[in-house]
């Protein structure tokens, strides 16, 4: 038997058993279309990418992490000096989930201005907008972990906006913070949230985006002829291209990573007064200025709770988004929902650097 | 025998009852200046282990009348007189007898060192202006040193030295200054007082003695400096200066370092115009040479080590592992403090050691610094081969993409779904 | 439009979307045999519930608990007084993780009492034994982690079994331990391997090992005629007195748990000497009084060294069972793997008693 | 000024060359009796501060022929008479203007103390047997207290005075006892000294004083009991046997707690037949019945702390939080503190207040425990609730297979699988 046929009848005998021909099958039938627009449907696997990294990462950083006030600091010094290129594992997890959170926007938009939320698929996109709450989250959680001054302060002032929320604000501070205030309890928390609570989430809500996606194919911008777009095989056309994506996303984390490392500030000192200019991670930076913006008392309520309530309204509705971007007769309200996209584009631009710069 | 015990007990509850005080009674009832030794005395040590107004003043406190109560036939004294004052409490002080009741190791030689203490020779001259018991220890209301509100304790004490001693008027008799405490009050001494809160920090009597107060003679300045500065003494006692130093007039430490308003040292001690040494090695001279050679030793290592800190500093931005020689690093700032303290044998053999180790430290640490960073570029080098890598193999993905599809494999024109 | 109506017409919606149609079409199918060794069955869902409790109840315990020397015991206390109903889900979590590995192990013989291993299901029992590897670790890196006087003795005496294994011994003792000696770095790491490296291994291989079951079905021991075996549906005739099985689990649980707390010990102190009768978890006790019964040099090898290769090579025939257990004419040795089953179950009976015993 | 310190310095170092010793160049050489001392010296103090042979022997060490230099026309005095010893010691040691050389609060009082010692008045009664200064100092390797290898260190200081007193031979012509020293060995002061290393724990010298050592007075005694037990004395100075025991032989603490050989105190020091109140209060006498009221009171409260704790000791063990009662269970313990210490003021009124807040405390600790036990068995109730929930449920599912079954829908009887 030469070494090829022992091959083929090895992967015969798995075969049998795991049925992977099934898979091949469903693989060779997945197309991907072809136009104008196919750029973006990268977006989604390099989100994909970055989350495996993030996964990778994050396990070997839990070999020496410790999550409590008196080591989390030093763990994460230790990390950074003693263990062999720890240096580079803590920088590249923070310059992922960072990128892993604008891809993630990116992608988001994407599928705003070429309509792809659109039924059938108004699970998937309920699914992808869960699916960048639990990325936020992530970020919030493991913001605080390193326990330095600038986390610290920040998560305080984190958790204080969340004890503004109407009705439920101080139970949820409470159960954010597991006390009255930022403290041990907190990190303990926040780590639990970080490395088991939230990763189930998201790889449950992953399987169930990949799923909804398998089964309804990709989507194609309503403005073109469907029947007249060409497509390209999944694999391995698509799939090389987006090989190639991925290296270069790589590439880009490692030059980050390597000419700037993520830098570990001071330890946590909470009997000092806050450090000037704290402010929460870019991501939550449009909201956290808006709140800013608002002058303290508005009518009769108190202007962070007015700020949350209309952030809610607004969150409500875009999530609601597939369910009132159709007129009734069916048609698309394309214009409506493109203009609303840009606004909300602009704002979020707009403002971040504004809280950035301020 | 258990009769006995009944009669004892019967007669000492009899005695307490006659431990009556009518100078107490009377007094406390008085206003203005005779009411307030009433007042005072509970809050005295003495009056705490049973004593009376009596035990000073003499008199009968037994006597309800005052005429009786404060007959000079009863042993009355009155105010008593200031000259009598430390033989009145030295009765008692100065007793081993009476003071091993109140403890067994209490000191006895209060009077005999105040017999030779400016105060007490002055005193003896028939001087009564000079401070006796009571003008330190207070009169009435005498609190042991450890209370806070005692006028003797560690923190109050130069004040207490300085009623009299800065008070340029009292002074002016007998022709001495008064700057001392206002000196003392920019010493280092008085900010470990105050500022860190260490009690043991010296004050006036740290030096010059509580009861046998006295300027600290020429001879044993440095020994009085040397009780705290053990290892400065040693260095000193090996200095050419120690015996030249020893027959001026000053004396001693206080020489460079000044006496009530000692600072911390600075290189402007060994150089430049304000140099200690300058009154007596004139500039160029062999001395004046060595003085300006120990500054720059000093100078030159402290330069070196905190050179080596920034490099590894920045070594540790970069996320470099140099703790090994940061912890090395405080060796080098130790041995900047020995050869701080071989200054004081003014010889510069004696330094020679802590400045080429800490010199040597300096190298060995920044050296270690700089091979960090080569490694942080090496890093960076590493960095850019793997992205010559990832870029070759992304083209040659993109090699494979153009070869599948020219080979016909081009994508399919069938209908988008959705 | 009545409710009914309502509701399927939701219903339809989803089934569109999600297409459980075809998963309900593909549980119809799935039957199980019925014979005598029939609830023999029921011992893999036994397993598979235990295994679900450990993952609630173990990321409720993370919300408290504190790797860390300075603060494990404490936690662990902390949760046992505390916090409300933490005396429950920790006693629960410690019975249920031994519980499940002895109820594993009696899926274990029962698969092979019943011939279950034998072609095509070698995967299968490929994934099982990974998975009560996986259920071993997990027991030994939970064990330590209250940081308690037993705990931390076996622990030592457990790695430094360890790293008399030939050849890469020191350096896996080494690599447990996180350094040379049991300290803070090896209850973090074990920590690590605890609450994240082992769940997801333990996540991939039951998904394995549920899809490989899906796919060749229920075996019929090899004594049966296959086409007179009666069978039920397993849905929901089998899933049903499953369900009955787990409830009574849990009653067991509850019970053990309310009536026999988890011991909490006293704090580790690693300056004083190890306690009288430290001995590992029972699960390992065949193999630690095994151990201990060798003499301390055999020919010119260690003692030790030569009980770790015994049982190094019994278990790789062990693992390997489903490629031996048949003659090279494809009938099955079925009689010499039911004396060895028989031989190894005896042996792990017995010497586990004597080590208790000892 | 510049020449004055070039002539000031040659000067010096020629002084410095001339301080020769002759005594120690030959007695080096010497063996026997006759070198010991040169090799002792190295380790003297005073030999540290610059002293030599001569200042306490006299003669003249520059002198490089002995006869020259041990010369009685050169004022050598030989071998010191032991009776002349404390007087040469205070030539130095009483005149405060050379001790302030040397410390500025340096004491003087050594000899005025030992001349109303025992010891020094034995001395000056022409006993030369009795200690002097070389006795417990050690002679010509004379170190500082703190020295842990000077014969008046706390840790050597009892074998020191031992030497003397616990030597049978030595005190049979004083008529003194001589277990003293085995006695102390026995005492918690000496165990709190050597096995907890407190080094403030009271040694000989602490009670009798070092150098003025005498038997503390009658009436003295509590008072040097007190230096260390302040709350004690407190409480002991209401008590009605302050006044009788300060009349007796052996006066105040002591009495109860012997003196040498304290030992820790339990309950039978007040009843029973070795009852130190025994002796003085007859069986069945109000002050027996009282003694009986307090062990009762004692051991009443110690047993039931213990009870609360070993009730939150189980309730803990089921899990049950108890932390707040058992920190007040401290706060129990406490006052079982304050009570054995209210015992020395011998009025029950005293002791009251304590012994009811600690019984207090026992009550309501219990009450928490049994509260939590209470609480752990509700917690089986709800266990058994849900395993009746659990079975109810599992009944119906039974049910329901059985209904399925029933209605035709029973297992297929097709082909097994594999």
Redesign the interface.
């Known amino acids: 038997m030469s070494a090829a046929e022992l091959r083929a009848r090895a992967a015969g005998w798995i075969d049998d058993r795991l049925g992977f021909g099934a898979v091949r099958e469903l693989m060779s039938h997945k197309v991907v279309p072809v136009h104008a627009a196919t750029p973006w449907y990268y977006f989604g696997g390099i989100t994909l990418f970055l989350f495996a990294i993030q996964i990778i990462t994050g396990i070997l950083l839990m070999l020496y992490y410790r999550p409590t006030v008196a080591e989390a600091f030093d763990s994460v010094q230790f990390i950074m000096t003693r263990v062999e290129f720890g240096w580079l594992i803590r920088s590249i997890h923070s310059w992922s989930a960072n990128l892993m959170i604008f891809v993630a926007f990116v992608h988001m938009f994407s599928v705003v201005f070429t309509h792809a939320y659109r039924a059938p698929r108004e699970l998937t996109w309920l699914s992808g907008i869960a699916l960048l709450g639990v990325m936020l989250a992530f970020g919030f959680s493991g913001y605080l972990l390193p326990w330095n001054q600038i986390s610290y302060f920040a998560t305080k002032v984190g958790t204080d906006v969340a004890a503004t929320t109407p009705a439920i604000g101080e139970a949820l501070a409470r159960f954010l913070r597991g006390g009255e205030d930022v403290g041990g309890a907190t990190l303990t928390r926040f780590f639990a949230f970080h490395v088991i609570v939230l990763p189930l989430a998201a790889m449950l809500l992953v399987g169930l985006h990949l799923l909804l996606i398998q089964k309804t194919g990709m989507s194609t911008p309503p403005w073109m002829d469907r029947s007249r777009v060409r497509t390209m095989k999944f694999f391995p056309n698509f799939f090389l291209r987006e090989l190639m994506v991925w290296y270069g996303a790589l590439a880009v984390l490692g030059a980050l990573a390597a000419i700037f490392p993520w830098e570990l500030g001071e330890k946590a000192d909470p009997f000092t007064s806050a450090p000037a200019g704290i402010r929460p991670e870019w991501y939550f930076l449009a909201q956290f200025y808006t709140l800013k913006l608002i002058p303290s008392h508005v009518w009769f309520l108190e202007g962070e709770m007015v700020g949350l309530l209309f952030f809610g309204i607004a969150a409500v509705v875009w999530v609601a988004l597939p369910f009132w971007a159709s007129n009734p007769d069916g048609s698309l309200r394309s214009r409506l929902v493109t203009g609303l996209g840009i606004f909300l584009a602009a704002y979020l631009a707009v403002f971040t650097v504004l809280g950035y710069v301020k | ?2 009769l006995r ?1 009944m009669i ?2 019967a ?3 009899a ?2 009852g006659a431990a009556k005080d009518s100078c107490a009674e009377c007094h406390a009832a008085l206003d203005g200046p005779l009411g307030r030794p009433a007042t005072l005395i509970k809050h005295d040590i003495h009056a705490a282990q049973g004593f009376s107004c009596a035990n000073c003043h003499g008199g009968d406190p037994t006597a309800d009348d005052p005429g009786e109560a404060m007959s000079r036939a009863k042993g009355f004294l009155g105010k008593v007189p200031r000259r009598l004052i430390p033989k009145m409490c030295a009765g008692c002080h ?1 007793n ?2 009476v003071m ?6 209490q ?3 209060q009077y ?2 105040y017999l ?1 203490s400016i105060h007490g020779q002055r005193l003896a001259a028939g001087d009564e202006k000079v401070a006796t018991c009571i003008d330190c220890h207070s009169v009435h209301d005498i609190r042991k040193v450890k209370d806070g509100l005692a006028p003797v304790h560690p923190l109050r004490l130069p004040d207490t030295c300085g009623r009299c001693h800065a008070d340029r008027q009292r002074m002016a008799k007998y022709g001495i200054p008064t700057n001392q405490l206002q000196d003392y009050h920019k010493s280092v001494h008085w900010a470990a007082l105050t500022r860190r809160g260490d009690l043991s920090a010296p004050t006036c ?6 009861h ?1 107060a ?1 300027p ?2 020429v ?2 300045v440095a ?2 400096c040397g ?1 705290c500065h053990v290892m400065h003494l040693e260095q000193y006692a090996k200095s ?1 200066h120690q ?2 130093f ?2 001026t007039a000053t004396g001693g430490c206080t020489l460079c370092h000044s006496n009530h308003a000692i600072q911390h040292p600075t290189l402007a001690m060994l150089i430049g115009r304000n140099s200690v040494c300058a ?4 500039s160029g ?1 062999e001395g004046a040479k060595t003085a300006v050679q120990m500054a720059e030793w000093l100078n030159g290592l402290d330069a070196a080590l905190q050179r080596s800190e920034s490099v590894l500093n920045r070594a ?8 090994e020689p940061q912890v090395r690093l405080h060796d080098g700032r130790e041995n900047l403090v020995k050869a701080r303290l071989a200054l004081h044998s003014f010889r510069p053999a004696e330094m020679h050691k802590p400045v080429n180790a800490g010199f040597a430290i300096a190298r060995e640490t920044l050296a270690a610094g700089e091979a960090a960073l080569r490694e942080k570029d090496i ?2 080098l ?2 850019a081969v ?2 010559v890598f ?2 070759v ?2 083209v040659a ?2 090699a ?2 153009r070869r ?2 020219r080979n016909g494999r081009v ?8």
Chains 1, 3 share one sequence.
């Open positions: 025998m258990r015990v004892l007990l007669l000492s509850c005695l307490a100065s081993p007898n091993r009741k109140y403890g067994p190791q000191r006895v030689d005999e060192l030779t009597a740290s030096c010059h003695g509580n046998g006295k600290p003679q001879a044993s020994a009085v009780t050419p015996a030249v020893a027959d009154p007596c090695h004139e001279s540790e931005y970069y996320g470099m592992e140099v703790s890093r960076r590493g960095l793997s992205v990832i870029l193999t992304m993905i993109w494979l993409i599948l599809e994508p399919d024109t069938g209908a988008a779904r959705g």
